[in-house]
């Protein structure tokens, strides 16, 4: 018997779930409700297309790779040069450190120009 009063289809569930909400809240309050829950919904689906759109601009970043890369020297190097930095006479830490603000302050640049 369990198992046949699962069985319900979608749109019964709708009319269900439709009569316990005006139960609840009674017909007064139920577009006020609906307006809120709309309002909500699309605040949360304009924070996703932004958080989608700072993914796809993180992920565009094109670096040129001509060959596999040996060392995390080379690695470095070529990030920076594509990036635009000049790799003369700096240590690895330095390029690091050169390399996460330039990617930093592009990301903040194009969420900027964005506003």
């Known amino acids: 018997m369990l198992n046949y009063s699962l069985d319900i289809l979608g749109s019964e569930w709708i009319i269900i779930v439709l009569v316990a909400l005006a139960l609840l809240l009674g017909t007064n309050q139920l577009p006020s409700t609906a307006k809120k829950l709309g309002k909500i ?39 920076a040069k594509s ?18 603000g330039k990617m930093g302050q592009k990301n903040t640049d194009e969420s900027e120009n964005k506003a």
């Open 83 to 100: 990036l635009g930095v000049n790799v003369a006479e700096k240590s690895d830490d330095e390029l690091r450190k050169i390399i996460s």
């Open 41 to 79: 919904v699309n605040e949360f689906n304009r924070a996703k297309n932004e958080v989608q759109n700072q993914m796809k601009d993180i992920s565009n970043t094109n670096l040129d790779i001509s060959g596999p890369v040996e060392t995390e020297r080379q690695k470095l190097e070529m990030i």
